[in-house]
């Protein structure tokens, strides 16, 4: 049977499971021997349907969360942790409620999936994701930056740290009081003094 | 549950409190006892005042600035706010030194930026001759990098740097630690000089002194445009003191106002006002200028007519 194969036959067998190997007309047209096929698959292994790697995160209060390996290794803080070998089960997050870290599991989803800002169309809908995303009441937002903190997301810190700063911007004293529920523990004296100093700034 | 208290001081400090501007961040610091701790730390800012003025990033400067009362936080509100518009001078005693740190932007870009430091030792000097801070040698020129697409239509480009340029001059006092912006922002006049095919920004503060007397701190920029690749050159850049007439001030009455200026309070920077108060000055300039013109004719026909009466009554007596 093998008899009948001919090199127009071997060249479309290699080319169906092999996808990246480039066939041109100066190519030899015998198959490649085995030690080179499996030489080849070696190099490349995650490149022919084999499943990525899922790693098990555990909250703080024992919900655990399975994740692809390439959106747990956004966090800085999982990656080395799997370097060093510590993810054989699963990765303990004693800092970060079940609440918080399927936020943060939910947005470095959408960050992987989506390609490093190539096309205009994908950068416009991930913009507006993160606008959507840090749509939140205040202590969730709170809690996702000391998460994003602690897990070294260096874009989600940015993304929610740039959201605090924003509800900062352009208010007087008393309405970044008001927002954030700070108690104002100055005496008369101390206000008096501060106000005078900084009148330039919001009078 | 507060800010404050949720997040870790650090996370606040270096991740959201480095994301603010000045007028923010002063306010923030207005809030309570931890937040006006957390907003004083002079690394943020010596980092906003770097990025508003690229010149304090100077050597010479940073020490002068952190020299202040409050380091960079009290030469932050002292350079971003303007100057007050009525002057009461009080005999102060005269400075040594004064340090210019110019900007020079065009559309947001940074074309020119210069630290100077002018001696203002009161001999005799420089109390007498006309004050006056150049910063850039007689036939020195810089090049600024921006294209203006052919000689076409003057106004047009004339206009385009009337709403594009952006100056920033201040003078910094080291020995009393203030310092004071002298620039209008953007200019409030931009002229072609036609004897020197030059374009002339003027970018003044209009100071009332006394009742009716008003100084203006002049800083003129001339610029011209590069025949070949018509690109933008900076030729000139200097700081006067000029009176109601125009004329400028000795070195003496300048420091007199600089000083004055400088001591004085300070208002929040408003648009399109210095325009108004500096077309307000120079209408007064004409109308005394004016004033002076009618009588010193007046003077003059006087002098004529008595000399011509004199005259006539010397020959009337030799005739007789």
């Known amino acids: ?203 | 549950m507060t800010i404050a208290d949720n997040i870790h001081d650090d996370i606040f400090q270096t991740h959201i409190l480095t994301k603010l501007d000045g007028q923010t961040l002063a306010a923030a610091g207005c809030t309570s006892s931890k937040l006006q701790s957390l907003c004083s730390d002079q690394h943020l800012w010596s980092d906003i005042c770097h990025a508003t003025w690229p010149s304090t990033a100077d050597p010479l400067l940073t020490t002068t600035i952190s020299a202040f009362s409050s380091g960079h936080r009290s030469f932050f509100s002292d350079a971003f706010t303007s100057p007050t518009r009525r002057l009461t001078t009080t005999t102060r005693r005269p400075t040594n030194e004064i340090i210019s740190a110019v900007d020079l932007r065009y559309a947001g870009e940074l074309i020119f930026s210069k630290v100077e430091s002018t001696k203002t030792v009161p001999t005799d000097w420089f109390q007498t001759s006309p004050f006056r801070v150049d910063l850039l040698e007689p036939k020195e020129v810089v090049l600024s990098g921006v294209k203006f697409s052919g000689t076409g239509d003057d106004h047009v480009m004339l206009s385009e740097l009337e709403n594009n340029m952006i100056l920033s001059w201040i003078v910094i006092d080291p020995t009393r630690n203030r310092a004071v912006n002298l620039s209008s922002g953007k200019p409030v006049l931009v002229q072609r000089n036609w004897l020197t095919n030059g374009i002339e920004l003027t970018f003044a503060v209009v100071v009332s002194v006394k009742d009716d007397d008003c100084v203006t701190c002049n800083v003129q920029v001339t610029c011209g445009v590069n025949e070949g690749r018509g690109e933008l050159t900076v030729r000139g850049v200097s700081l006067t003191v000029l009176d109601v007439y125009g004329k400028c001030l000795s070195g003496k009455n300048s420091m007199v106002i600089l000083q004055g200026i400088m001591a004085g309070e300070r208002r929040r920077r408003g648009g399109g006002e210095e325009r108004e108060r500096y077309r307000e000055y120079m209408q007064m300039r004409r109308e005394r200028n004016e004033k002076m013109e009618r009588r010193e004719r007046w003077l003059d026909m006087a002098c004529v007519a008595s000399g011509v009466a004199f005259f006539m009554a010397f020959w009337s007596f030799v005739m007789c």
């Not at chain 1, 085995?34 to 022919?48: D, V």
């Not at chain 1, 084999?50 to 555990?58: A, N």
């Not at chain 1, 390439?70 to 990656?79: F, H, M, N, R």
């Not at chain 1, 004293?173 to 008096?192: A, H, L, M």
């Open chain 1, 1 to 203: 049977m093998l008899k009948n194969l001919n090199s127009k036959h071997i060249q479309r067998f290699s080319y169906k499971y092999l996808p990246q190997f480039p066939i041109s007309p100066n190519s030899p047209k015998l198959g490649f021997s085995r030690s080179q096929i499996a030489n080849y698959r070696s190099n490349f292994p995650t490149t022919i349907m084999s499943s990525s790697k899922t790693i098990v995160l555990r909250s703080s209060d024992g919900e655990t969360f399975e994740v692809d390996e390439a959106v747990a290794v956004e966090s800085q803080t999982i990656k080395h942790m799997i370097e060093d070998g510590c993810a054989d089960t699963s990765i303990p997050l004693p800092n970060v409620t079940s609440k918080i870290l399927s936020k943060v599991i939910e947005y470095c989803k959408k960050h992987v999936e989506t390609p490093n800002a190539d096309e205009k169309v994908a950068e416009e809908d991930l913009k507006s994701f993160d606008a959507d995303f840090v749509k939140v009441d205040q202590s969730t937002l709170f809690d996702l930056i000391l998460a994003a903190n602690y897990l070294n997301i260096k874009s989600l810190l940015d993304l929610t740290c740039q959201t605090v700063a924003d509800m900062i911007k352009g208010k007087t004293p008393e309405e970044i009081r008001k927002t954030f529920n700070i108690k104002n523990d100055f005496t008369p004296e101390e206000e008096e003094e501060v106000r005078r100093e900084n009148a330039w700034a919001f009078e």
